[in-house]
């Protein structure tokens, strides 16, 4: 924990001169993937974002899903959404894995109760769980169940802090994730703003994961 | 001229009433501690009290403005004007009125702005609980409205004018978003031989303001509101008396407005009628030096009808009609001896409510309660008395709840004393938490029911393959049973001279089994059902202090402060034990300490008050009133569940209020004001303080000279 933390200090320490030397504005809102040790974040990943309402004036989006590699870390095309290329499907507050009904993968998925770090390897007894979309995930939907909390009258969700995602990927490594925010630019809005924002900025996923590629179970 | 001769003529002589001293004095009697006539200096826990020149001075209108001024009080603002004792929610306090407890709670909550306090003589607020005494609510403690009796040959009346602008900041009258109230008041008092009649009228029209930046739309509304009160008293003999108090209360409202859900903007018309009706018939009897029994009846009802209409979902509109009833007789016997006093009391109660939110408006709601209360006070010579309680409510709903309570107080010196009590207090739940049957077609669908319908509903829900998911909470339902609370308060009261008194209190309130809504089932559709539960434990403690200074009889001063913790006890053991979570600045999760938790939400920490008044011979006087609140939690924004440091907090508050006064002459005396003098607003969090309010009043008072003996 400690080393990670000096790592990432020196890392920061590394950065921080290097934008002495070229003064660049990081874009907060942008699409971005950064690794620095074994975790990668990801930011602003778009989920299926809000296009508009319907008939009853509910804000909705396209019903498209962003397909992610946790293996490569990047964001795969929807052509390939029928391959093991992808790990993690997002839309909305829907996260799919690349299993059963979801995918032609080997993927499973069960909640931690736990900070992402206290996670160092998987119990041997642990259960993944499948998808059987589109009615149940094996990370499951609703307030309070597994990665997060809507709140009806401020209209905001949030990821619930100590909740870690453990992923069996589709080729059957393992990751663990954190879910960090549901927003553009990875604030949250104020309970005060105005509903426009809170439709416009939200399904922008921000997210941190570490990858095993050696097929075991420790992280 | 003609006129003001013919006043004259029917009023032998008139006068402005005489001075009393603004300070408290130990020999001011109040009767809520005890359920009969102390003096302060007497009584074994602090009582807060209000005189109605104090309440007239502040210039205020409804229990609310008054109450928000008051040390250890907190203001919330769903469901109406509720307010916070102790750390207590609304539905913890007891509001009574002459004894006799007040109806119509909205989710818990007695709105307190619908009170008008024009023919209210004195408040008095003991805190900490006694339902030894009163029963069901009186967790927190117990607040009791007391009426003005029928005096002297009295006439009265008042007019009141306020404006305010909460765009400009100071209120321009019939500008575009002005917010205007009109005050007027009449009271009078007459007798009819032996007969002793009061009237109070008041009557208030009050704009709402639409100042809401965004959607939510939580403003003081536009109401028109009527309060008679008319109280008679008859001597019988010279042992025995009757007295009579009735009061009307008539609410309109009428608002547009939007809501939001779910992102949606749905605008609305909405429109409520609030009827209120209060007969109380006291008999009282002298049998002997010794002896003095009380006979009490009680009647009282409460009746709302709220219609909802969108604009986008008409089909949604709604219409809600709740209507409650209350019933009571009551007998109570008060024996004295040279050293002790033994009071008590046997009372018998029904309670009958309908509703639309329940399962039809025609099937009636009923809870008889059957109670016997017992008080034993006993006097060590001048250093102590003690008083020993106890009460026990039958239920015919839930089961029983026995209320004990013991308090002391012991004058270590003439200008210092002590006072401890420990004391039981409960609620019973209440019409909604066992019948409510609603379903809220607008924001998401959700359901609630109360525990008496949710097992059987849900169940056959369940056979028509409507229901997802049954969570753990549906098992666990069952018959709800009455929240306690353990409280306990020591304090000091130290008086070294007649003009300073300072008073420190602390006090604890342990809770139990407190009612929460929990989600019981999913339905297929995704649709949230919820019910009641006995679930929480909580605790609130804290320390209360005030300080009275009397200035070479012109000045006063008078200062108050309270320091408030609490919390949810399952919460903070999950928190030692490691199982609670936050977030650190950058996203990442990591646990919680217990420095970072909160406690309950809605609370702010600290709270003081600051009163300083000038009051002169002629009754000339200014009267201000600064009064502070530090910030308090209002939602959880790190999805945790707790509320803890990195929460959403509404932003703490300075209030000033101003006050003067000015006799115009004998009979004519001149009030005005400036509420909020600091512009104090805060649409979503309080949004029932309504910005800087001016208003000018003008009371003429013709009292009769030839009664006063």
Redesign the interface.
């Known amino acids: 924990m400690r080393a990670i933390l000096v790592s990432a200090a020196v890392l920061l320490s590394i950065t921080s001169c290097e934008k002495d030397k070229l003064p660049k504005t990081v874009d907060q809102r942008a699409y971005a993937v950064e690794t620095i040790g074994k975790i990668t974040t990801v930011k602003n990943l778009p989920a299926d974002t809000i296009i508009g309402?319907n008939s009853?004036?509910?804000?909705v989006g396209a019903g498209r899903y962003s397909f992610f590699s946790l293996e490569t870390g990047q964001w795969i095309s929807n052509a390939d959404s029928n391959s093991t290329k992808w790990d993690l499907a997002f839309a909305g507050t829907v996260v799919r894995i690349n299993n059963a009904t979801s995918g032609p993968g080997a993927g499973g998925a069960f909640v931690f109760n736990g900070?992402?770090?206290s996670l160092s390897s998987i119990s041997a007894d642990s259960v993944f769980r499948l998808d059987n979309h589109p009615v149940a995930y094996a990370i499951p939907r609703?307030s309070?169940r597994a990665w997060?909390?809507y709140?009806?009258?401020?209209?905001?969700l949030?990821?619930?802090?100590?909740?870690t995602l453990v992923i069996r990927t589709a080729t059957g490594k393992f990751a663990k994730v954190?879910m960090?925010?549901y927003y553009r630019g990875?604030q949250?809005p104020?309970?005060?703003?105005?509903?426009s924002v809170?439709?416009r900025d939200q399904r922008f996923l921000?997210f941190?994961y570490t990858y095993q590629g050696n097929g075991t179970t420790q992280f | 001229m003609r006129t003001s001769a013919v006043l004259l003529l029917l009023i032998a002589a008139t006068q402005v009433m005489a001075q009393a001293d603004t300070l408290l004095s130990l020999e001011e009697v109040v009767v809520t501690a005890t359920r009969q006539e102390r003096r302060l200096g007497n009584i074994t826990i602090p009582v807060n009290l209000i005189q109605r020149r104090i309440i007239q001075q502040a210039g205020s209108l409804r229990l609310k403005d008054i109450l928000q001024e008051q040390p250890g009080i907190q203001l919330t603002s769903n469901f109406g004007t509720g307010i916070q004792m102790q750390g207590l929610n609304p539905e913890h306090t007891l509001i009574l009125l002459d004894g006799q407890p007040l109806i119509g709670r909205t989710s818990g909550v007695l709105d307190v702005s619908r009170i008008a306090v024009a023919g209210i003589k004195r408040i008095e607020i003991v805190k900490g609980p006694s339902s030894s005494l009163y029963g069901s609510e009186a967790m927190a403690g117990v607040i009791n409205l007391i009426t003005e009796n029928p005096s002297l040959p009295l006439l009265e009346a008042s007019l009141r004018y306020g404006v305010a602008d909460p765009d400009q900041g100071w209120g321009v009258p019939f500008k575009n978003n002005s917010f205007q109230q009109t005050e007027a008041t009449v009271d009078a008092s007459y007798s009819i031989r032996k007969l002793k009649v009061k009237h109070n009228n008041n009557l208030l029209f009050a704009d709402g303001v639409s100042f809401r930046p965004f959607s939510q739309v939580r403003v003081p509304r536009p109401i028109h509101r009527i309060t008679h009160q008319t109280s008679i008293q008859q001597n019988l003999g010279n042992k025995a008396g009757l007295k009579i108090l009735g009061r009307i209360n008539q609410d309109r409202f009428q608002q547009e407005f939007s809501v939001s859900n779910n992102g949606m903007i749905i605008d609305s018309y909405g429109r409520e009628l609030n009827n209120e009706l209060n007969i109380q018939p006291t008999l009282f009897f002298r049998l002997s030096e010794k002896i003095r029994l009380h006979t009490r009846g009680y009647l009282t009802s409460y009746s709302g009808d709220q219609l909802l209409r969108f604009v986008q979902k008409p089909d949604s509109s709604y219409r809600d009609r709740f209507e409650q009833r209350l019933f009571r007789i009551e007998e109570q016997i008060d024996f004295k001896k040279e050293n002790y006093t033994i009071t008590a009391g046997v009372g018998y109660q029904v309670e009958q409510a309908n509703s639309t939110r329940y399962d039809a408006l025609a099937n009636q709601k009923q809870n008889n309660v059957s109670y016997v209360f017992a008080q034993w006070e006993l006097k060590g010579g001048d250093k102590w008395i003690s008083i020993l309680g106890a009460r026990y409510d039958h239920h015919t709903l839930f089961s029983g709840a026995v209320t004990p309570k013991w308090s002391l107080r012991y004058k270590a010196k003439p200008s210092l004393s002590f006072t401890a009590s420990v004391g039981q207090g409960f609620k019973a739940p209440d019409f909604r938490q066992l019948y409510l049957n609603f379903t809220n077609t607008v924001a998401g669908g959700y359901s609630v029911f109360g525990t008496q319908d949710a097992i059987r509903v849900i169940n056959a829900l369940n056979r028509l393959g409507q229901i997802a998911e049954l969570k753990p909470d549906f098992t666990k339902l069952t018959t709800l049973s009455p929240e306690h609370a353990t409280g306990i308060n020591v304090s000091a009261q130290y008086t070294p001279t007649p003009a300073i008194t300072w008073q420190v209190s602390i006090f604890r309130n342990d809770i139990q089994s407190l009612i929460d809504v929990r989600q019981v089932a999913t339905r297929v559709d995704g649709s949230q059902l919820f019910s009641y539960l006995n679930v929480n434990r909580a605790f609130t403690q804290g320390v209360e202090t005030s300080f009275q200074w009397q200035l070479q009889k012109k000045w006063s001063i008078n200062a108050g402060y309270q320091l408030l913790l609490t919390g949810d006890k399952e919460e903070w053991e999950r928190i030692k034990q490691g199982k609670e979570y936050i977030r650190e600045s950058n996203g990442s999760s990591r646990v919680m300490n217990k420095k970072d938790y909160i406690g309950l939400p809605n609370r702010s920490k600290q709270q003081a008050q600051l009163k300083i008044k000038y009051e002169d011979k002629e009754s000339r006087y200014v009267y201000m009133r600064l009064l502070y609140r530090s910030r308090w939690t209002v939602a959880n924004s790190n999805g945790n569940g707790v509320h803890d440091v990195q929460d959403e907090y509404a932003k703490g508050f300075m209030q000033l209020h101003i006050t003067g006064g000015l006799p115009l002459s004998n009979t004519i005396a001149l009030q005005a004001g400036i509420d909020n003098v600091l512009n104090y607003q805060d649409v979503f969090y309080l949004p029932n303080v309504a910005g800087r309010t001016v208003f000018v009043t003008l009371r003429a008072t013709l009292e009769s000279k030839q009664s006063k003996k």
């Open positions: 309402t009853i004036g509910q804000p900070t992402f770090e609703g309070g997060y909390t709140d009806g009258p401020t209209n905001l949030t990821p619930i802090p100590g909740r954190e960090l925010n990875g949250t104020s309970a005060t703003a105005a509903d809170k439709t921000h941190r």
